[in-house]
Structures are given as structure tokens and as C-alpha cells.
């Protein structure tokens, strides 16, 4: 691996903070790794719930990263028709070693006409979204499809991050990594996937999302005929 591997996470306001902080907690610890996060300035950026995240690096400012992220969250429904980050998406894809999402920034990436013809995973509730952008939906916590690596709701994050690390640093320094964060999941409830969870709280899960979802849905319509798709 080169040193530094540089990794740049996209921040933007209401993102879902753990989509972002899970997989940077693992990346940070992957040796000779050099972690950024890029937003359009350098000023406090509100996740949702409140929490605030400040930029390292600008658009403008920013190195080519080895890696790029996106990671989800309801404010990257803007995100999916905002030129100015599509076009950083981009420019850095071009230069990447990996393009990579967490969750919901997978649809940004199909957005930006990088998961064409790629298999890729996102949150069970914005999966079926991805065919809009010529993607190949997969219910897999995480895909990978060359250089491209994505990952399911939120906490796939983790385990997204680890895969990247067994990629890039190789499988003995992603268990080192697992180890020393202690992951070893042990839920206190069976509801963690709408294949295990029952029918009647993943219909309210969906019923409680209908307005955000409704809104995601014209957004990936939208970007989708930018893309001519």
C-alpha cells in the first residue's frame, strides 16, 4: 500500500452521522491511512439529530483521493441533483482507487454515473432506486464490482470499512482492527433486516418514511434524466 492512502468521506448537512463516523473509526486505524472530510466550506456541517461535523477540506482544496465515500442519510436527497457535487464526485472517481458509499450514498454515486453496470448495495428502503441509474441492486451488506464498494444501511458501514482495509491493507490488519473496536455484534432483538424483522413493523417503518421516500423517489427521477437513463 502507498503511503498515505488518502480517504475522503462526503459531509453534508443531515447526514446520518453514524453512516460516516462507523467506517472512519476503522479507517483511521488502517496504517499509513490519511483521513479527510470534504464539503463545500470549511464551516460546521449539522448531521441529523443535531450533531455538529467539521470539514478538513473543501472541494476546492481537496487531494485526489485513493478513496472516495459517500456516506447517507435524508440529506443526500438534495445531493442527488446539486452539479457542483456531482461534478467533485466526479472528477475525483476518476482518479480513485476506490469509489465507495455507505447506505443511501450509493443513489449519489449512481447520481454522479458511476454504478452503471455495477452491482452495489443501499439501504433496504432506496434499493429498488438504484435501477433508475443502471445499477444492479443487491441485498448484500457489502458488494464489491471492481473498484466500486458499497454498503448497506448504516451500520454496514462497519462492515464496510473492514472490507475495504482486507482490500487495501490486507485481512490481518482488518481483524486487528475488528479486535481492537471490539465488533462482535450480539443484537438484543431479531429485527435488523426487513428479511428477519416482522411484516407489521417494517410496513410502519415504510409508512413513517412515505413523505422522505416520496421526495428521494423524484430526485432519482430527476437525476436520472440528467444521466439520459
Known amino acids: ?47 441529523a439529530g443535531g450533531l455538529s461535523i467539521l470539514p478538513t477540506v473543501t472541494f476546492a482544496d481537496s487531494p485526489q483521493f485513493d478513496m472516495i465515500c459517500v456516506p447517507g442519510g435524508s440529506g443526500m436527497n438534495p445531493l442527488l441533483t446539486d452539479q457542483e457535487t456531482l461534478e467533485f464526485l466526479q472528477r475525483q472517481a476518476k482518479g480513485a482507487r476506490y469509489v465507495t458509499s455507505v447506505c443511501t450514498g450509493a443513489l449519489v454515486l449512481g447520481a454522479a454515473g458511476l454504478l452503471t453496470g455495477k452491482r452495489a448495495a443501499t439501504h433496504w428502503m432506496s434499493r429498488e432506486l438504484l435501477h433508475h441509474f443502471g445499477a444492479i441492486p443487491s441485498d448484500e451488506r457489502v458488494v464489491v464490482d471492481g473498484n466500486v464498494i458499497t454498503g448497506g444501511g448504516v451500520t454496514a458501514g462497519i462492515d464496510f470499512a473492514l472490507k475495504v482495509v482486507a482490500e487495501v491493507a490486507g485481512e490481518d490488519v482488518a481483524r486487528s482492527i475488528q479486535l481492537s473496536i471490539e465488533y462482535d455484534p450480539d443484537p438484543p432483538f431479531d429485527s435488523g433486516s426487513p428479511r428477519v424483522a416482522h411484516p407489521d413493523l417494517v410496513a410502519k417503518a415504510k409508512k413513517d418514511a412515505e ?16 444521466l439520459g437513463k
Open 1 to 47: 500500500m502507498s503511503s498515505p492512502f488518502r480517504v475522503g468521506f462526503l459531509l453534508f448537512p443531515d447526514i446520518t452521522q453514524l453512516d460516516l463516523t462507523g467506517p472512519y473509526e476503522v479507517l483511521r486505524q488502517m496504517p499509513g491511512a490519511e483521513v479527510h472530510l470534504v464539503w463545500k466550506t470549511r464551516e460546521p456541517v449539522r448531521a
Open 211 to 226: 413523505v422522505r421516500q416520496a421526495e428521494r423517489h423524484a430526485q432519482v427521477k430527476k437525476a436520472a434524466s440528467a
